[in-house]
């Protein structure tokens, strides 16, 4: 049987799940998602994910035409249908259809959707002996002209920077913000650890929430480490002991090097490596 996709209180063959071409989703990116794991058939920190989409629909004047409680059901009922429990579910609300032209008050009937598959962002090796990323020159959009806090089908941004890795032959790229700061990967947050003190960029270098760092954040504080929001340049991530990226789809993955220069050891640290650990504990644990 083929996969099923939720498109606002329907389900479709994944060939047919489709939207109308004058969606302003699709014309401007105007929307909001999210991407969420489940394992072992629980879906990881639902509640804090859906709180998440609505803060950001919310944000962009973005009405949802359901209830918090009727899109975890849907989402759980679209998980069972294709039968998932390990898997990636991606969460889609647009603007719906509309007219050519900005104005939002000309469209109608925004669209839910919601895709439930299996991923796998890197491989079991990089998992194992830690990635080697780059620095982009696509300097992370400014908070005052778009709020990364609001997760927006708008990922160009994001996507260019990601083109400069595939071209310098990395798997994820390190995003500046307009201070030259650091701010976040294409699709990950970036810790560092240095003399046992796990660091991570604020909120106010340019930073999408993340779920998974929120996450990785309260284990690191239950191993006893010391936990705190730093402002960080480059030369803080090429001179720690330690980094790691984590994300929704990426978990929690060691970075080894950057810029060609080593990181620490070379290797994945024994912080990473614990952390990863409890994390993945976490959620056989149902989060």
Do not use: W
Not at 68 to 73: D, G, H, Q
Not at 115 to 121: C, F, G, N, Q, Y
Not at 155 to 173: F, M, S, T, W
Not at 203 to 223: C, K, P, S, W
């Amino acid at each position: 049987m083929g996969l099923k996709v939720y498109i606002s209180g329907k389900l479709y063959d994944k060939d047919d799940a489709k939207v109308s071409v004058y969606d302003h989703g699709l014309l401007y990116g105007d929307g909001v998602f999210e991407g969420i794991r489940s394992y072992g058939g629980r879906v990881f920190r639902l509640d804090q994910h859906l709180d998440r989409l609505y803060e950001s629909a919310r944000a962009i004047r973005l009405e949802i035409p359901m209830t918090k409680e009727a899109m975890a059901a849907a989402v759980i009922d679209t998980l069972k249908v294709n039968g998932i429990t390990d898997g990636y579910i991606r969460l889609v609300i647009t603007r719906g259809a509309g007219y050519l032209g900005l104005d939002p008050r000309k469209t109608s009937n925004p669209q839910v959707i919601i895709i439930t598959d299996r991923i796998e962002l890197y491989s079991p090796e990089l998992y194992e002996k830690g990635l080697a990323i780059v620095t982009a020159s696509t300097v992370r959009t400014n908070a005052n002209a778009l709020s990364p806090r609001i997760k927006s089908l708008n990922y160009l941004n994001n996507i260019l920077a990601k083109i400069e890795g595939v071209d310098a032959g990395a798997p994820e790229a390190l995003m500046l913000n307009s201070k030259g700061e650091v701010a976040e990967c294409t699709g990950d947050n970036i810790f560092i650890v240095r003399q046992g003190t796990v660091l991570t960029p604020p909120n106010d270098a340019g930073i999408l929430e993340g779920i998974t760092r929120g996450a990785v954040m309260e284990l690191a504080a239950q191993a006893g480490h010391a936990v705190r929001e730093a402002v960080l340049t480059r030369h803080d991530v090429y001179t720690a002991d330690e980094c790691f990226l984590t994300g929704t789809a990426a978990e929690v993955v060691p970075v080894v090097k950057c810029d060609g220069r080593v990181i620490g050891t070379g290797h994945p640290g024994p912080i990473t490596r614990d952390l990863r650990t409890r994390f993945m504990e976490l959620t056989r644990r149902g989060g």
